[in-house]
């Protein structure tokens, strides 16, 4: 069956350094999503890409879709604290809007 | 606006035992779901609804049961709980014509 894919499971970095996650799937995705859940808390979601190559940013995180839309990465410059938590990639299941598919996340610690 | 609402907070329960997880919502989507999410796991579908009187089996839903009681409200039941249940119980919504979700607060529950 379908399977998205997140690596790494968990990395800690010191306050300052860049942090990336990967995110691959095992088909062609229409879009992918990117949610981040606090410690506690549950998933908000932070951005959509659809397009091929497709490259948005939100202040100091740089998202990135795959130009064969099966991968994609979140690279966060500079963490700080605030940036500690699980963040999720999911893409939708067959073609349709219904059904998401999440990756089992990458937890980020943040060692001031 | 509450967004997406989720009672209760925590629940202990002993095998055997049955309750209902509730979920409301007033954002006047049509879509709703539930998600269980393990630690290492992701997010993995229970059920959803596409709309009032309409329910589909996600990825886990053996031990579950739902229903779609309005538009505002899915809840989830567990008729005879099991240790293998024990997790954190998220509900979501989605609009018409757009894939991203918006979550609940969660329901740890605890199956002793």
């Known amino acids: 069956g379908q399977q998205v894919m997140q690596i790494p499971q968990y990395q800690h970095v010191q306050e300052g350094e860049d942090f990336t996650t990967y995110c691959n799937s095992s088909t062609t995705l229409s879009n992918i999503q990117w949610y981040k859940q606090r410690p506690g808390g549950h998933p908000v979601f932070l951005i959509q890409?659809?397009?091929?190559?497709e490259v948005k940013k939100q202040k100091r995180l740089t998202f990135q879709f795959g130009e064969a839309k099966k991968n994609s990465s979140l690279h966060i410059t500079a963490t700080q604290t605030t940036d500690v938590g699980t963040y999720f990639c999911?893409?939708?299941?067959?073609?349709?809007?219904?059904?998401?598919?999440f990756g089992a996340g990458t937890r980020l610690a943040v060692h001031p | 606006n509450a967004g997406v609402t989720q009672t209760p907070k925590f629940q202990v329960l002993k095998t055997g035992q049955s309750m209902t997880l509730q979920c409301a919502q007033d954002m006047n989507h049509n879509s709703m779901y539930w998600y269980r999410q393990d630690p290492g796991m992701g997010l993995r579908l229970i059920y959803y609804?596409?709309?009032?009187?309409?329910?589909d089996k996600g990825e886990v839903p053996n031990g579950y049961n739902v229903s779609r009681l309005n538009k505002r409200e899915f809840s989830l039941r567990l008729e005879s709980a099991a240790p293998s249940q024990t997790s954190v119980y998220f509900c979501?919504?989605?609009?018409?014509?757009?894939?991203?979700?918006?979550f609940g607060p969660g329901t740890r529950l605890t199956v002793t």
């Open positions: 890409l659809v397009k091929s190559g």
């Open positions: 999911a893409g939708p299941v067959g073609g349709g809007y219904n059904k998401l598919i």
């Open positions: 609804s596409a709309s009032e009187g309409t329910t």
């Open positions: 979501a919504t989605r609009r018409d014509t757009a894939y991203e979700q918006y």
